[in-house]
């Protein structure tokens, strides 16, 4: 029975979008819920913390996007090793899979960078990934589920909330023999009565599905770029612009078409700017990283290590990310606001990411193999990849672009924010 409730409202998930502007009861509970810090620790952090509707639902934090790019979580002192990538355009990810190759296989999907919230558990990426943050000690760092769903219960609009959408039930007492240690995000929480476990299960994947359905909604979702209007035939773009979006899709110039795709892949209608394989594009180390200046992210062949099925596999995807979508990459709350880019946030500016994927393998290595994003530009040089051995050579690194093709290119960029 369990199953079929879960069925009945993953199915419903991904059916459509509501109408635009209208969120149907169980989106308005997961955008509740997702902008709720007292689902934090220290009740100072809700997942919008670091996925900001104003900076394209990434990290607003200046000071973090300068430097390492990763935001400190509840508990003061700690971090993780990424930056908060765009939490919107996540839900079209499809659970992830494989895709055979010739000798080898193409991993599909999945959330996180690495993609290690499969969706298989809920048959979702994205609602998969939601129960991370909760109990991630770098994040929000609940100590355990019950303590995740005792304040959603204790919160009146999320009781709510879920009493319309789950009905009466859904909603129970949890003892404060259980929560009362819930303020400790080292604290060692056991619920051993099996019909309470099963419950505070169930409680918690109903809240990392109400939170998929609003990132699965059209309010996150709203393809209202100019990019958008223009293929609707509502706006156009200007020359510089058009001749971006030509540098963008011809394979002989940017092909960056070739993995932040053009075509809808899935579920999705437009296009999202990903075909949600993995990559290792050489990106440089951070040398702000809060894990160390050397610290090297192994991404996707870390994941796949620890996968029976794919562990063949790992030792060629050490250092591949996820393709991300590039929409509202220039989304920020001013002009002024700094934002990061990549999946350690070494690049603070598109014209530098640009100029990255255009001469990568034709400017000379920096001697300092830490050097940033500004000193690297100023000295025309480029730091190591993080690795090298499985870094892509065939589809980017020398595109032979002229400044003027890179600064429309750039252009062509800014076009893909929602209004
Ligand atoms: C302290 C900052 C922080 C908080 C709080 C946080 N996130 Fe994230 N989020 C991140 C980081 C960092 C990543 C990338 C992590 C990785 O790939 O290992 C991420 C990844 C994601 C992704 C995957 C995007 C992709 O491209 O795969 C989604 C979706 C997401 N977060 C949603 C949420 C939700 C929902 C919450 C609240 C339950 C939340 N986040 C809370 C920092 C945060
Ligand atoms: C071989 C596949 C591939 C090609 C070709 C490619 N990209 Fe990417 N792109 C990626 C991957 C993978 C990442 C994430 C890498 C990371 O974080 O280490 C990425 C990241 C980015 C980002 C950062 C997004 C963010 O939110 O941090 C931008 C911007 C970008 N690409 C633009 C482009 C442009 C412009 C082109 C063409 C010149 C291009 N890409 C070509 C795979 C590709």
């Known amino acids: 029975m369990l199953y079929s409730i879960r069925f009945a409202a993953l199915v419903a998930a991904f059916a459509g979008p509501s109408a635009a502007g209208e969120l149907s009861l169980v989106e308005e509970l997961g955008k509740s819920l997702f902008f ?15 996925h900001d509707p104003a900076f394209g639902f990434s990290s607003p934090a200046q000071s973090a996007n300068a430097l390492g790019a990763v935001v400190e979580g509840s508990v003061p002192g700690r971090f993780g090793n990424r930056k908060p990538p765009s939490s919107a355009y996540a839900a079209f ?7 055979s190759d010739g000798d080898g296989v193409t991993l599909v999907g999945g959330a996180f960078l690495d993609g290690r919230a499969t969706g298989k558990k809920l048959g979702s990426a994205v609602a998969d990934q939601a129960q991370g943050p909760f109990l991630n000690p770098a994040e929000m760092a609940l100590p355990h589920a019950a303590c995740v769903v005792a304040r959603v219960f204790s919160a ?20 404060a023999a259980i929560t009362g240690a819930c303020g400790d995000p080292d604290a060692r929480i056991a619920v051993d009565d099996d019909v309470l476990r099963a419950r505070i299960d169930e409680a918690f994947d109903r809240i990392a599905i109400a939170i998929a359905r609003y990132e699965s909604s059209s309010e996150v979702n709203p393809f209202s770029s100019r990019f958008d209007a223009w293929m ?29 795709v053009l075509t809808p892949t899935g ?13 290792n594009i ?3 180390r951070n040398r702000a990283n809060p894990q160390g200046a050397d610290y090297a992210d192994p991404g996707l062949g870390a994941f796949l290590k620890t996968d029976p099925v794919y562990a063949a596999y790992a030792d060629d995807a050490v250092g591949a990310q996820q393709v991300p979508t590039l929409r509202n990459l220039n989304k920020r709350s001013g002009p002024e606001a700094v934002k990061a880019f990549m999946h350690n946030g070494y690049f603070k500016t598109l014209e530098g990411v640009v100029h990255f994927y255009n001469t990568r393998d034709t400017l000379p290595r920096c001697a300092d193999p830490l050097a940033s994003e500004a000193e690297a530009l100023a000295a025309n040089c480029w730091p190591a990849p993080q690795f090298e051995a499985t870094m892509n050579r065939d589809e980017l690194g020398n595109l032979k672009l002229t400044d003027q093709e890179e600064a429309d290119l750039v252009a062509f960029l800014k076009t893909l924010d929602d209004a």
């Open 36 to 50: 709720d810090a007292n689902l934090s620790v220290n009740g100072d952090q809700s997942c919008a913390s670091c």
């Open 232 to 260: 609707d035939g509502q706006d156009t773009l200007s020359d510089q612009e058009l001749r971006g979006f030509e540098v963008f899709e011809a394979e002989d110039k940017g092909n960056c078409a070739a993995c932040h």
């Open 93 to 99: 990810s499809p659970v992830l899979h494989h895709v």
């Open 156 to 175: 009146p609009g999320h009781s709510a909330g879920f009493s319309s959408v789950w009905g009466q039930d859904a909603v129970f007492e949890i003892p």
């Open 282 to 284: 050489g990106v440089p």
């Open 267 to 279: 579920r999705e209608t437009r296009a999202i700017f990903t075909d949600w394989t993995f990559d």
